[in-house]
């Protein structure tokens, strides 16, 4: 059972343009999310997170939308860079000690 | 910045044997988790300490058992391995009384079963 999911396994966007990887959740009693960004054998390194108290949180060009009746989360990055290429995981957390990760979704940014 | 430690980054290992995943937090930081994430897949929530103690437990094998130690690195400690054990361990760390905000995860430790 998919608690967290991410229904786009790639996007690919040019230099400069936005973009927008979405995230849907099943569980009402999530109430912290998280993004990460991905690069092959790495780990998962933080990008931005938000409270379910809020519906937008914004650190330099990303952005997080969180929208609670629909349980949908949407990252924005703008302008999109090159350096952005990575696999971005959703993650959701309900006051426990772990994270539900989506299945991510492996964003390419092209010149 | 210090960051979470994991050793070894890579590792091969036959069917059967054993093999133990060290991580190191970072300082100051009380809780450990450890996550699995298979090809192709995303990362699975394993076990999870703080203070030293058990404190969730996921989808992790019988086979599998881990400690944290008074120094607060923990050890992923696995047994009787199969072929499907093969995947990236990764270990995360954070401080508790920072919430989720401090949430960081090593570089993982590349398990390869033959």
């Known amino acids: 059972d998919q608690q967290v999911k991410q229904n786009s396994p790639s996007l690919s966007v040019q230099e400069g343009r936005i973009s927008i990887l979405n995230c849907d959740y099943t569980n009402s009693m999530f109430d912290y999310f998280l993004w990460y960004k991905k690069y092959p054998a790495e780990g998962p390194t933080f990008l931005i997170s938000?409270?379910?108290?809020?519906d937008k949180n914004e650190d330099g060009r990303f952005t997080v939308f969180l929208n609670k009746s629909a349980k949908h989360l949407s990252l924005h990055i703008v302008p999109s860079q090159p350096g952005d290429s990575a696999v971005y995981f959703c993650a959701a957390d309900r006051g426990t000690d772990k994270l539900i990760f989506g299945t991510g979704t492996r964003l390419q940014v092209f010149p | 910045a210090a960051g979470v430690i994991q050793s070894p980054r890579h590792l091969i290992k036959e069917k059967r044997e054993t093999a133990t995943l060290k991580c190191y937090p970072i300082p100051r930081h009380d809780t450990v988790y450890w996550y699995q994430q298979g090809p192709g897949q995303d990362p699975q929530f394993l076990i999870s300490?703080?203070?030293?103690?058990?404190?969730d437990k996921g989808s992790i094998p019988d086979r599998f058992s881990a400690q944290q130690f008074s120094d607060y690195h923990s050890e992923l400690n696995m047994s009787s391995l199969e072929l499907g054990d093969s995947a990236l361990y990764f270990c995360?760390?954070?401080?508790?009384?920072?919430?989720?905000?401090?949430?960081?995860f090593g570089s993982g430790t590349r398990l390869t079963v033959v």
């Open positions: 938000i409270s379910s108290i809020k």
């Open positions: 995360a760390s954070r401080r508790r009384a920072q919430g989720n905000y401090g949430y960081t």
């Open positions: 300490f703080y203070e030293k103690m058990q404190s």
